[in-house]
């Protein structure tokens, strides 16, 4: 869809400046937003907008305002804010029908993304983007003056107090106040959307907080911090003799965790972890992806807690929470699902009940399970193709078969132009030599 719009595993996402996040294109995707939510609650919509620390954000926002206002939708900008606030206070304030979140998450500065709420519904359904994806090609076919460029914003970053307030409160209801009296916690802010919001939560709860990655500057976001890049919390929590730490995404929906040794615990330990709160006695059911480590489902299996997978994305795991009514569920990379609190992944959430979660069972080592070795490579491809068909498909069925005892995973990423591979075996080097293998023969093939 070279002329169009496609929503990816996490809304729409690209690099700044290329179709779609162009001007005329942003103000097109402004109007079918509206459009689409004007006809489904045939109603007058009003949304929430808030944004990552991205330089381009105010640009990308002030485009798609400009197609709110073609049609008279109500917006009002909360500023930089995480992601999940975005959905929490859409939960709790009964003003806001809709939610707009500007942020590529992990993704380097010159990216960004838009990410769309309903407030009864949470993420969209498939008919949702597609409506949206129509509108778009409908607006898009119409010729105007497009404005031809960005102007240029100097980084200014606003937060309104007023909703990082009630976002601030929404959390601080769920837990014991003076929950963290006494310990020294580092947080790694990735100078993304939490870099006030959770040093603020984490102190109000009694911690001492020491923070970095704090300093955003517009470009900064996630570059060597955060969740992806977790040696700055590591070496922070040595440094400093700190109890644990945590260190989120830009956008704040997901997190990653270490103990005061600095080894480093992924979402799939944190699930395990979770599992263990006494207010999960009776836990039956957690739901994990495709590339969730077997050694979780080992684990699971002997708590007589059963593991669904699903395909990655955060959005495939909330469907599955939804239809089977369960309760806990996540990926790998740190998104945490706990389905009574937010329908999405909340990092300062997801840590906080870690936290408390460690309190009340003494596992302040943050022991959680045997991992079975698995190497996961990011090939870049120029186009995506079926990977089920011809060539492709022999290749990977080929390397496949040398399993002894794990799995391979081989999939396109739903927001980058990636292939993503994942091996997974008892065995180490034959897991890295299957997937340095894959690796090699499909980017040949693929480019």
């Not at 440094?239 to 730490?245: I, L, M, V, Y």
């Not at 050694?295 to 007589?304: A, K």
């Not at 999939?411 to 591979?421: A, F």
Request: aromatic share 8%.
């Amino acid at each position: 869809m070279e002329n169009g719009i496609h929503f990816g595993t996490d809304g729409i996402r690209g690099e700044v400046g290329k179709h779609p996040f162009t001007p005329q294109a942003l103000i097109n995707i402004g109007k079918a937003i509206a459009a689409w939510s004007k006809q489904k609650y045939n109603s007058e919509p009003k949304f929430l907008i808030v944004n990552d620390t991205r330089i381009s954000c105010e640009n990308i926002k002030n485009f798609i305002k400009t197609g709110l206002n073609y049609f008279n939708v109500k917006h009002v900008d909360a500023g930089i804010l995480p992601t999940p606030a975005n959905l929490a206070i859409l939960k709790n304030n009964p003003d806001f029908d809709f939610g707009i979140v500007i942020s590529a998450s992990h993704n380097k500065f010159s990216d960004n993304g838009i990410k769309i709420f309903d407030k009864k519904n949470s993420k969209l359904s498939e008919l949702d983007e597609k409506t949206i994806e129509l509108y778009f090609a409908e607006f898009s076919a119409e010729k105007v003056n497009e404005p031809s460029y960005f102007q240029d914003l100097s980084f200014s970053p606003k937060t309104s107090l007023e909703f990082k307030e009630q976002y601030k409160q929404n959390i601080l209801q769920q837990v014991q106040p003076g929950l963290l009296q006494g310990l020294k916690i580092v947080l790694d802010c990735a100078n993304g959307a939490t870099y006030e919001v959770a040093p603020e939560i984490f102190k109000i709860l009694g911690a001492t907080v020491i923070d970095v990655s704090t300093s955003p500057n517009g470009i900064n976001i996630n570059d060597n911090c955060g969740a992806l890049h977790t040696k700055t919390m590591q070496k922070t929590i040595l440094e400093n003799n700190a109890d644990f730490g945590f260190a989120f995404d830009g956008d704040g929906d997901r997190v990653m965790c270490a103990n005061h040794k600095g080894e480093i615990k992924d979402g799939d330990d944190l699930l395990a972890i979770l599992s263990t709160h006494p207010q999960h006695e009776n836990l039956k059911t957690v739901v994990g992806t495709i590339m969730t480590n077997f050694g979780l489902q080992v684990y699971l299996d002997s708590q007589n807690i059963e593991l669904i997978r699903t395909s990655v994305g955060d959005k495939y795991i909330m469907a599955k929470l939804e239809e089977q009514n369960l309760l806990l569920g996540g990926e790998t990379s740190g998104h945490i699902i706990i389905k009574n609190y937010l329908n999405t992944g909340d990092g300062i959430f997801a840590a906080l009940k870690t936290l408390e979660t460690v309190l009340k069972t003494n596992n302040f080592e943050l022991q959680s399970f045997e991992k079975y070795p698995q190497v996961i490579l990011n090939v870049p491809i120029k186009e995506k193709r079926n990977l089920s068909e011809g060539i492709y498909a022999q290749i990977i069925n080929e390397q496949q078969q040398k399993m002894n005892h794990g799995r391979v995973i081989v999939r396109y990423s739903g927001t980058e132009n990636l292939l993503r591979i994942m091996t997974e075996d008892k065995s180490s080097s034959l897991a890295n030599n299957i997937a340095s293998t894959l690796a090699q023969e499909l980017q040949k093939v693929l480019n």
